[in-house]
């Protein structure tokens, strides 16, 4: 079957840098994105890598090992307002969005 | 950055009655539109994919005869909720894949949250 995991919940210091990350086992792959959402709102688009390596843009930066079935996101500067929930997604062969539970992470002052 | 409307934001229904969500694609074409479900501290949920002048495809486990969508035009598509019952209480939110633009990206709407009581 297919699954996406990342871990549950992470706790940061505003100021400092977190790395959420993803492993996935899918059927094909055709990209990996992060998502940011905010309770009770939509996910807005992060991040898109389809090639391995490390993606930047600006604060945030995410890594893809397509032969390891991993990636990560790194939140650089942490802000209060990143206090929000980063969802993973693979798109599989069918060029289906496969989703990660999500990480929800909590920034402390 | 492209703009996804949904309407309503939030409605309150009795069990029993349908409730019709839309969705457009303010700035851009969309050719596929995706139905997403999202109960609390859950991930989102695919229910369905809207093609515009076809039929939609449901995930498995998706009643398609209960979740009525329609895909008639390529900035618009709607979701009915035919004999809401409390466990349809969730999170509807829609994204739209644009048809001239970087084909990786799906733009979320801003969600529609639903209670049945």
């Known amino acids: 079957g297919q699954n996406i995991d990342q871990p549950t919940e992470m706790t940061a210091t505003e100021g400092a840098i977190v790395q959420i990350n993803c492993t996935y086992q899918?059927?094909?792959?055709?990209?990996l994105f992060w998502y940011q959402q905010h309770a009770g709102e939509a996910p807005t688009f992060l991040s898109y890598?389809?090639l391995d390596g490390l993606e930047e843009k600006g604060r945030f930066s995410s890594f893809l090992s397509r032969s390891k079935g991993y990636s990560y996101l790194l939140l650089k500067e942490l802000q209060m307002k990143d206090s929000a929930s980063y969802l993973c997604?693979?798109?599989?062969?069918?060029?289906?969005?496969?989703w990660g539970a999500g990480t929800k992470l909590i920034i402390k002052p | 950055g492209a703009v996804v409307s949904q309407h309503p934001s939030r409605v309150i229904c009795k069990s029993g009655t349908s409730v019709k969500i839309e969705c457009r694609s303010l700035d851009f074409q969309a050719t596929t539109m995706f139905w997403y479900r999202q109960f609390p501290k859950q991930s989102l949920m695919l229910m369905a994919t809207?093609?515009?002048?076809?039929?939609?495809?449901?995930e498995q486990g998706v009643e398609k005869d209960k979740f009525l969508i329609n895909h008639a035009s390529l900035t618009l598509s709607t979701l009915t909720v035919t004999s809401a019952h409390p466990e349809d209480s969730s999170f509807y939110i829609c994204?739209?894949?644009?048809?001239?633009?970087?084909?990786?990206?799906?733009?979320f709407g801003p969600g529609t949250r639903l209670t049945v009581t």
């Open positions: 809207s093609n515009e002048g076809s039929k939609a495809t449901y």
């Open positions: 994204s739209a894949r644009d048809l001239a633009g970087d084909s990786y990206e799906q733009y």
């Open positions: 899918t059927s094909g792959f055709n990209g």
């Open positions: 890598n389809v």
């Open positions: 997604a693979v798109r599989d062969s069918n060029y289906q969005l496969i």
